[in-house]
């Protein structure tokens, strides 16, 4: 089956946009994170869906960036004014939550924002 | 507090050598997952091995093995005869379990391998 997809795979923005970023977790899958990584980082955690609602936004650097998952399956990471410290590669990964059991998150290929 | 060490910033060897990255993890948790991603030059990260914190056995997957110590709080992964396709940035995480059921990840840094033909 298909894996995490995220779109677009390159996003080129001037200081002071908006930018929307998307994923389309695997089919099933109920959890769904957003991570950032910098260049020669490893990613950090921005947020955690359990279905629609965001169980655990704690990752989310300041106001300007906010993540929706109307509908339980696609998501979009949303960040406003951005700046060029936001530049850096945006990864999606989502895992099935079992009851008692965990499972290891699947990534994305991706989104790799440039802020000019 | 979480923490992920991956004090090996970068690592060169000849083909056919046998390599280990080293993991080193800080948590107050009793209850906690381990695992080891690869991430090749087209940057997607791949799932290599999930650990969790009761289960201390060794593991072998092929040329992989992995060894978890509580001990020494260290999960070290092994590469035996190494293969210029092995030749990517792998990371160490962390994941507890939270009663609020987050099971973010904390990643090391990352150990860039770099495999010679």
């Known amino acids: 089956g298909a894996g995490v997809s995220q779109t677009p795979s390159n996003k080129v923005t001037e200081k002071g946009k908006y930018v929307e970023l998307r994923c389309d977790p695997i089919?099933?899958?109920?959890?769904l994170y957003w991570y950032r990584q910098s260049l020669g980082q490893g990613p950090e955690f921005l947020i955690y869906?359990?279905?629609?609602?965001?169980?655990?936004d704690s990752g989310l650097p300041n106001d300007r960036f906010f993540a929706v998952r109307p509908e339980g399956s696609v998501s979009t990471l949303k960040i406003q004014r951005t700046e060029r410290g936001d530049s850096a590669v945006y990864l999606c990964?989502?895992?099935?939550?079992?009851?008692?059991?965990?499972?290891?998150?699947?990534f994305g290929p991706g989104t790799r924002l440039t802020v000019l | 507090a979480q923490k992920v060490t991956q004090a090996q910033t970068e690592i060169s060897v000849v083909e056919k050598e046998d390599v280990t990255l080293d993991c080193v993890y800080e948590?107050?948790?009793?209850?906690?997952?381990l695992f080891w991603y690869k991430q090749p030059p087209s940057g997607e990260l791949v799932f290599l091995i999930r650990?969790?914190?009761?289960?201390?056995q060794n593991e072998i997957s092929g040329r992989y093995s992995w060894n978890f110590q509580k001990s020494t709080s260290s999960f070290n992964f092994t590469i035996t005869a190494s293969q210029v396709v092995d030749s990517a940035v792998y990371f160490c995480?962390?994941?507890?379990?939270?009663?609020?059921?987050?099971?973010?990840?904390?990643f090391g840094t990352g150990t860039r391998l770099k495999v010679l033909a």
């Open positions: 990964a989502s895992s099935l939550i079992d009851s008692g059991k965990y499972n290891e998150q699947f």
């Open positions: 089919s099933g899958h109920t959890a």
């Open positions: 869906f359990q279905g629609t609602g965001a169980a655990d």
């Open positions: 948590t107050r948790d009793t209850t906690y997952y």
């Open positions: 650990r969790n914190s009761f289960d201390e």
């Open positions: 995480a962390l994941s507890e379990a939270e009663e609020s059921g987050t099971y973010k990840y904390i």
